[in-house]
């Protein structure tokens, strides 16, 4: 059973840091495109960060550009998102994805072409 599953989520200050981590099992994270979404309450689902299974290439949505990093570990076959000067816009639910085709070219995917996504855990900002 392929699955991915986060850790790491939970309430913060604004200002403050998380580091968020999605564990894959089941398969191997190796020339596997890797991301993070993020759905608010009400709000479509937002590409958050993504990194190329090709070659390596990272793309950041325009609103946390010099805030969150994204990052992968192959031999733990696990990636993160560590995320920094937290703002209570970032609230959200995050969820981890991955996909051995999806296409990483100047922007993540559409959530339609990940297919393997993980639970999802809650970030809360708090003003």
């Known amino acids: 059973q392929v699955q991915l599953v986060e850790s790491g989520g939970g309430p913060v200050q604004s200002g403050g840091s998380l580091r968020l981590s999605c564990a894959a099992s089941?398969?191997?994270?190796?020339?596997?495109?890797i991301g993070w979404f993020r759905q608010a309450s009400g709000k479509q689902h937002e590409g958050v960060s993504c990194?190329?299974?090709?070659?390596?290439?990272?793309y950041y949505a325009d609103s946390v550009k010099g805030r969150f990093t994204i990052s992968r570990d192959n031999a733990k076959n696990t990636f993160y998102l560590k995320m920094d000067d937290l703002e209570p816009e970032d609230t959200a639910v995050y969820y981890c994805?991955?996909?051995?085709?999806?296409?990483?070219?100047?922007?993540?995917?559409?959530?339609?072409?990940?297919?393997?996504w993980g639970q999802g855990t809650q970030v809360t900002v708090w003003p």
């Open positions: 990194i190329s299974g090709t070659d390596g290439s990272t």
């Open positions: 089941g398969f191997s994270l190796d020339y596997y495109a």
């Open positions: 994805v991955a996909d051995r085709f999806a296409p990483v070219h100047g922007s993540c995917p559409v959530r339609q072409l990940w297919d393997t």
